[in-house]
């Protein structure tokens, strides 16, 4: 399933909703209602709820309580192939210049010493909905726009809805198991756990996740927490659906980056070849295949591919790699079962694309580091 991301598709009335977040921005102590279409307000001076209903005309409200909320009225529906109608949430940290108050988000990763959530949750029956917990990191401490990197922790999923991206494998965190899901909207990156049954309350470090998703080469330490958020994505229906607690603590002390990147040779005999074809070109997109080969005499355990797309390539979804590109710059890593290469070996992965103007291929490759010649 594609989806645009949460308030991108309503760009264009972000002022409006700022203007309403400040209007409605003291903090809630008897119940507030909120039917504004990015309306918010601030829950024990601290975090931030808000109705952003993005992907529907049709009305929706929330009633604010002081530890979370309810969706009261959501007379949205979507088809089940496409979009939500909403996200309806709490935050903590800043989505769209609206900072929840005090916070110390964003925040370099390699700098979290802990991050500890809990989470509980009222569901209703007779509505096609998700109950999903955000987690947003970006390469930049970005505090407006688009991040490049959505964690979704679905908790629940009524109805025929699947998450972004393709199913690739299952894992175990927060004591749990999880389908693990992975792709692009076409504006950030998406790896999605979702729960095999419902799960009404969780109390969990958010660093566990974050950690996986680094494991996969979709991150680095490097990279900045701006916002962790909780709410529903709902279809169709969805009144009585209720946050019922909320809480979250991001703590500092961590080790910081070094302030130069260390240098390491590359191991001995490390030589690479690249063929680099486009599968299909249109007007608007394209597809690619790469194949990597180990020309060299030593095991290559663990591989990062990197190179330089033309002006006007956007990567939206890969296979057999986890690819991740901030402006021209990709880098296409290795995925559990194709990480080691022995001296001769070959693996391949490919990508989807968007394309603005007329398609080239990249032209220079480095595989950890060492560059590679052209197949």
């Known amino acids: 399933m594609r989806r645009p991301l949460r308030a991108i598709v309503a760009a264009g009335l972000l002022a409006a909703g700022s203007l309403v977040a400040v209007a409605l921005g003291g903090t809630a102590s008897a119940d507030t209602q909120i039917c504004e279409q990015f309306g918010s307000t601030v829950i024990q001076n601290r975090y931030v709820v808000q ?9 929706q409200c929330i009633n604010v309580t002081s530890t979370g909320f309810e969706i ?23 989505h769209y210049t609206n900072c929840s108050p005090g916070t110390n988000l964003p925040i370099q990763v390699s700098q979290i010493s802990s991050a500890d959530s809990s989470i509980s949750y009222r569901y209703v029956s007779g ?16 505090k407006d726009g688009v991040n490049q990197m959505e964690i979704m ?8 809805i699947q998450p972004i991206g393709s199913r690739v494998g299952t894992t175990t965190l927060a004591g749990r198991s999880w389908e693990v899901w992975q ?24 660093l566990d996740f974050i950690t996986d998703v680094r494991n996969r080469g979709a991150i680095t330490n490097s990279w900045y927490l701006t916002s962790i958020q909780a709410g529903f994505e709902p279809w169709q229906g969805g009144a009585g659906l209720g946050v019922t607690s909320f809480s979250a603590s991001v703590n500092g002390g961590g080790t910081p980056p070094p302030t130069t990147p260390p240098t390491t040779p590359p191991p001995s005999g490390t030589a690479c070849s690249v063929r680099y074809s486009p599968a299909s070109v249109w007007n608007s997109g394209f ?25 006007g390539q956007q990567v939206t979804n890969a296979w057999n790699a986890t690819v991740t590109q901030s402006g021209t710059a990709v880098t296409a890593r290795n995925v559990s079962y194709n990480g080691t290469l022995a001296p001769g070996a070959s ?27 052209r197949a």
């Open 153 to 160: 922790i679905w908790l629940n999923r009524q109805g025929p």
């Open 183 to 206: 792709g692009s909207n076409g504006s950030n990156n998406v790896i999605s756990y979702v729960a095999p049954s419902p799960i009404a309350s969780l109390n969990f470090s958010v």
């Open 127 to 142: 509505a096609t909905y998700n109950a999903s917990y955000d987690i947003w990191l970006d390469p930049t401490p970005k």
């Open 287 to 311: 597809t690619a295949d790469v194949v990597v080969t180990n020309t060299g005499s030593g095991t290559v355990n663990g591989w990062a591919l990197t190179y330089q797309l033309p002006a």
């Open 347 to 373: 693996t391949s992965f490919g990508y989807q694309g968007t394309l603005s103007g007329a398609y080239s291929s990249p032209t220079s490759f480095s595989l950890n580091g060492v560059a590679c010649s």
């Open 51 to 59: 109705n952003n209903r993005w992907g529907t005309t049709a009305q």
């Open 72 to 94: 009261t009225t959501q007379n949205g529906s979507n088809p089940t192939n496409g979009a939500p109608t909403a996200y309806p949430s709490v935050f903590l940290g800043c």
